[in-house]
């Protein structure tokens, strides 16, 4: 959870499914302060508190919604007062069209097809992390 250190990047990590290791530890080696939810209402909360850096999240195609396509488009919606803030999505390989398609209307930093090994989500972070802020 997060630690406080005001100096640390802050990082918001919203596992709903899951499906991928626990980056935590991943995390506290880049000196980040991470935030782990497990629901797009605790992210929306989160959100409220502090402006992260970087998010984390699955992208979660579901057919059913009747307004939106995944559990991505309030938070990227909401995510368009602050620019700065760098997503790197996670998500199933067979749903890329559907990503793709919500990537064309909102920005999103990276996609990491899964399984996702922590190198590449090392490698994500660390290009998020060395943008200089917009903000």
């Not at 290791?21 to 000196?31: A, D, V």
């Not at 970087?54 to 007062?81: C, G, H, P």
């Not at 996670?90 to 890329?96: G, L, S, T, V, W």
Request: charged share 25%; with cysteine; net charge positive.
């Amino acid at each position: 959870m997060a630690n406080g250190t005001d100096n640390s990047p802050h990082l918001l990590a919203i596992i709903e499914l899951g499906g991928y290791p626990n980056f935590t530890p991943l995390y506290k080696r880049l000196g980040v302060d991470a935030e782990l939810v497990s629901s797009q209402r605790k992210a929306q909360a989160a959100l409220k508190r502090r402006v992260p850096e970087v998010i984390v999240a699955e992208y979660n195609f579901q057919s059913d919604f009747r307004d939106r396509t995944s559990n991505l488009e309030t938070l990227m919606a909401r995510l368009q007062k602050h620019p700065e803030v760098r997503v790197i999505c996670i998500y199933q390989p067979e749903y890329q069209h559907k990503l793709d398609a919500l990537r064309a209307r909102f920005p999103v930093f990276a996609a990491l097809p899964l399984p996702v090994s922590e190198a590449a989500m090392e490698e994500a972070l660390q290009q998020a992390l060395s943008k200089p802020s917009k903000g």
